[in-house]
């Protein structure tokens, strides 16, 4: 089945709002991560319901991403590995080339979207900052490699939600977004192979 039939059954398919939450929810699950931070000056605070602190200058602690991005946007900390929060440009453009040459899914990093989603807004803020030729181009590749990506990915999902009986291997590969798709193309699909073969008005759409 060639890209552009499978995409079209993709467009065919309402995405339900259970995809999306687990669009939301991986996004959560991500900002809630643990990462280390550097105090750069002394530092207490209670937010949340969750006290901070007391913390000297000086001073490597972990915090959930979260809070670590508040400390560092005020200068009071900075992640000690920025890799923590965000992809390189280089390193999705790797992982583009490989999911395109793989017929089956790739591994992913962990966090994986949530941090494309922060590559391509970094790239925004440093073009609306000081638009260089350089931002620019890297903007241009970085979103047509995330599409890329997403295109790739989109058929093997669809191809394994038509599988009778999927390995427990493959399904691991996806991401905690993906599998919420997949598990909604699966129920679409099985109901309509049913339907297709069952003559019950009931089941007529009216």
Excluded at 9 to 21: D, H, K, P, T, W
Excluded at 59 to 80: Q, S
Excluded at 119 to 132: A, E, F, M, N, V
Aim: glycine content about 6%.
């Amino acid at each position: 089945m060639t890209r552009v039939r499978l995409l079209g059954l993709l467009e065919g398919i309402a995405v339900s709002r259970r995809a999306l939450e687990g669009i939301d929810y991986a996004q959560f699950l991500f900002e809630e991560e643990q990462v280390q931070v550097i105090f750069l000056k002394p530092f207490q605070a209670t937010a949340g319901g969750n006290q901070f602190g007391p913390y000297e200058e000086g001073r490597e602690a972990k915090l959930p991403l979260w809070v670590a991005e508040v400390l560092d946007e005020n200068g009071v900390a900075k992640l000690k590995d920025e890799d923590a929060k965000i992809i390189r440009s280089g390193e999705l453009y790797k992982l583009s080339w490989k999911e395109e040459r793989n017929e089956t899914l790739s591994q992913l990093p962990p966090h994986f979207y949530p941090k494309v989603r922060a590559l391509l807004r970094s790239i925004d803020d440093g073009i609306r900052q000081t638009p260089t030729s350089t931002l620019l181009i890297e903007q241009r590749q970085s979103q047509m490699k995330a599409k890329d990506m997403i295109n790739c990915r989109l058929q093997k999902i669809l191809r394994l939600a038509m599988e009778r009986s999927p390995t427990k291997s493959l399904i691991d590969l996806l991401s905690p977004e993906e599998r919420g798709l997949y598990t909604v193309l699966r129920s679409e699909i099985e109901g309509w192979r049913q339907r297709i073969i069952v003559d019950d008005p009931k089941t007529r759409v009216r």
